[in-house]
């Protein structure tokens, strides 16, 4: 990356920027993007809070729902070998600006994948941000090579972090413009979506979504972390999960540059004690039984939703967040199993239901015709196992106990035809 810019290959991410002149000095030029950003969000943020109620849900195919961010680099064959035996669809792979001579070897990756839908997230760098007829060129090349091959493109990440190379919002959009210029005119095939904006900080998404700039998404990408609160239940200046979603969704519905679709790109818990992988401090991390527990509600929270299109998992090998420990081969977590019973139940899933009473939660939904209930409650409680239940744990396990102990861990509940 360009100088002050380093990369992080242990937390895959970039370091801190800790020049805070060369930070000031930059933000200074981007300042009126930055008032922008401010008042534009003082308008939209209100207007779109009032008229989340009334936004209706879509029917979220629940087969392309499912995706899992994948290192093409890191232990390749392995990888392949291990979402066979998950069995998921969607994969989402990540390619640097700075690192175009890997753009074979991606391709490669993803030929080995025929049968999954790819998303390709293009990661920024300085130099790209800066020289844009680079930027152009490189991604020309990049479109050139894998057309017909990705089925989404995300263009540009975590917009709103300094570290990542944007300074503001404009900026971005001038970046992001180079590749929606290149769709217009040379391939009309493709899909691109932005802005990548991290977090709960919907005032940078109001600014994407909301200007003159003349460019279109596809569909609106989000990094949707809550990590930081712990549980994806639990609240941030009022709002949890589930309200987090219908508003970013409904901002999206509002918005004349994006198609009505959200694809949250990035989310994850860091594991406890796997410094210096981790990318946040030990005050974020997770145990491994707490990362499986929210890995599933996370997901069963975003698909009861019916407003997510796409989610993708970070990632599939990764010693500090993912579902693979490869420190010392390859190390399933416990969270690889809940993954892959996830999947079994419902990649081919119709959302019905999702109840929710003081902390306690049933998500109800069809599999051929049969009632499945996912059940799990922010306080121990026990629950009677009848005649008519056929209950598994998150990991698959079957579960013949007369009573059941509701908790953090969700359970699956198959309901019997009751004659």
């Not at 999702?354 to 629950?383: A, F, P, V």
Request: net charge neutral; charged share 25%.
């Amino acid at each position: 990356m360009t100088e002050p810019y380093r990369w992080d290959d242990y937390s895959d991410q970039p370091y801190q920027l800790h020049d805070k002149e060369y930070k000031r000095k930059m933000r200074s030029h981007e300042l009126l993007s930055l008032i922008k950003t401010f008042c534009i969000a003082l308008i939209m943020l209100p207007i779109s809070l009032i008229i989340m109620p009334f936004v209706r849900r879509k029917t979220i195919d629940s087969k392309s729902f499912f995706s899992i961010g994948v290192d093409f680099e890191r232990e390749p064959k392995r990888s392949i070998e291990l979402l066979n035996e998950l069995g998921v669809e969607r994969i989402l792979l990540r390619l640097k600006l700075w690192e175009m001579e890997k753009l074979e070897s991606l391709k490669a990756f993803i030929l080995a994948n025929p049968q999954r839908k790819i998303i390709l997230k293009i990661i920024q760098d300085r130099g790209h941000i800066q020289d844009l007829e680079l930027c152009k060129k490189d991604m020309q090349t990049i479109f050139s090579s894998l057309e017909n091959l990705v089925d989404i493109y995300e263009i540009g990440t975590t917009i709103n972090r300094a570290k990542w190379g944007f300074f503001s919002v404009d900026q971005y959009l001038r970046f992001y413009q180079v590749a929606y210029e290149l769709q217009q005119n040379e391939f009309p095939n493709i899909k691109l979506i932005g802005s990548g904006v991290i977090d709960f900080e919907y005032h940078f998404t109001t600014h994407t979504l909301f200007n003159l700039h003349k460019y279109r998404f596809d569909g609106t990408s989000a990094l949707l972390y809550v990590d930081r609160r712990g549980a994806p239940e639990n609240l941030q200046m009022g709002f949890d999960l589930s309200d987090k979603i219908a508003w970013l969704s409904t901002m999206v519905w509002l918005s004349p540059k994006s198609a009505h679709a959200l694809h949250i790109t990035e989310t994850n818990w860091p594991l406890s004690h796997t410094k210096p992988y981790a990318p946040t401090s030990e005050h974020e991390c997770v145990s491994e039984e707490l990362y499986a527990d929210f890995m599933l509600r996370y997901h069963l929270l975003a698909f009861a939703s019916q407003q997510v299109d796409t989610l993708s998992w970070h990632q599939l090998i990764a010693p500090g967040y993912g579902l693979i420990d490869n420190r010392d081969g390859i190390l399933k977590r416990k969270a690889f199993a809940t993954y892959k019973f996830m999947l079994q139940n419902l990649k081919e899933a119709q959302f019905l239901r999702l109840d929710i009473i003081r902390g306690y939660y049933i998500l109800q939904c069809l599999i051929d015709n049969k009632l499945l209930q996912i059940h799990w409650s922010l306080k121990e409680t026990t629950l009677q196992n009848e005649d008519f239940f056929t209950v598994y744990s998150q990991e698959g396990t079957l579960i013949k106990d007369k009573t059941l102990n509701i908790g953090s861990s969700p359970l699956y509940i198959h309901i019997k035809d009751a004659v």
